[in-house]
């Protein structure tokens, strides 16, 4: 609902008859759609999730999701060729419908700069802070996330007792969502300043580095709000790997 609600003249503000004041509209403001600027890329591969990308950065990449084989395009590029680059991944467990609290996306990190291979100027918080808006591109709109938390981990064995952040995708209690909540923030090498609560939902960006065995660098952030809305695109000829 737009401006607001005008009240009539009068020599003084008391003496207004509030009951007289007519009432605000109660319909909501339409959704504008409009064009999806990925339509193409969505044609083009059906396995195609979603369009990750970073403003002042070198990640600017489709998102692959094959449910049937999450390694596929671990070392093929979009056309499904050979690629050492790869593909960025959404993990199998993740899900944009319906949308699960958490979208964990893996990638590469090249000494190129290609993939993820860049994700780790995280490290430096006044990076950090000039690239805090993640966007993801989905079917159906644009989503917008925050960093919340930047931290070294790693992928541990199935015995360990401790915090594994690629094991957490759907937060349906409020002791899960703190359990994961509490842990980034705890990992974090520094405060970002973002909080979140339950009900929030979140992108985690994750890429292997070398501080230990399989380690992985760690970058998580809260959805903020909603972008664009585009509109519904036809889907035939799209080509698959199967």
């Given at each position: 609902m ?8 009068t020599?003084?503000?008391?003496n ?22 990925y ?16 403003e ?9 999701w ?35 609290t ?5 990638g ?27 966007t ?9 996330y ?7 981990s ?7 007792q ?25 990992l ?30 760690v ?8 972008g ?12 698959n790997?199967?």
């Amino acid at each position: 609902m737009s401006g607001e609600v005008p009240v009539a003249e009068t020599s003084s503000a008391e003496n207004v008859d509030d009951s007289q004041a007519p009432e605000e509209s109660l319909e909501e403001i339409p959704v504008v759609l409009t064009d999806n600027p990925y339509q193409d890329s969505f044609l083009a591969n059906a396995d195609m999730a979603a369009w990750l990308k970073i403003e002042g950065t070198k990640i600017d990449y489709p998102v692959m999701w094959t449910p049937r084989d999450e390694n596929y395009y671990l070392y093929r590029n979009f056309e499904g060729k050979d690629d050492n680059n790869g593909c960025l991944i959404l993990d199998t467990d993740s899900s944009l419908d319906p949308l699960t609290t958490n979208l964990i996306i893996h990638g590469h990190n090249m000494r190129s700069g290609a993939m993820f291979g860049t994700l780790t100027d995280y490290e430096k918080q006044d990076f950090a802070k000039e690239h805090n808006i993640i966007t993801l591109y989905t079917k159906e709109r644009e989503r917008r996330y925050e960093v919340i938390a930047v931290f070294r981990s790693q992928v541990y064995r199935k015995t360990d007792q401790v915090f594994k952040f690629y094991k957490f995708f759907q937060a349906d209690t409020q002791e899960e969502f703190d359990d994961f909540y509490q842990n980034i923030k705890a990992l974090s090498l520094y405060d970002t300043g973002v909080m979140a609560e339950f009900g929030d939902s979140f992108i985690t960006l994750s890429t292997c580095v070398y501080h230990v065995e399989q380690g992985r660098f760690v970058v998580v952030a809260k959805e903020i709000e909603t972008g664009d809305w585009y509109s519904p695109f036809s889907e035939t000829n799209n080509t698959n790997n199967d």
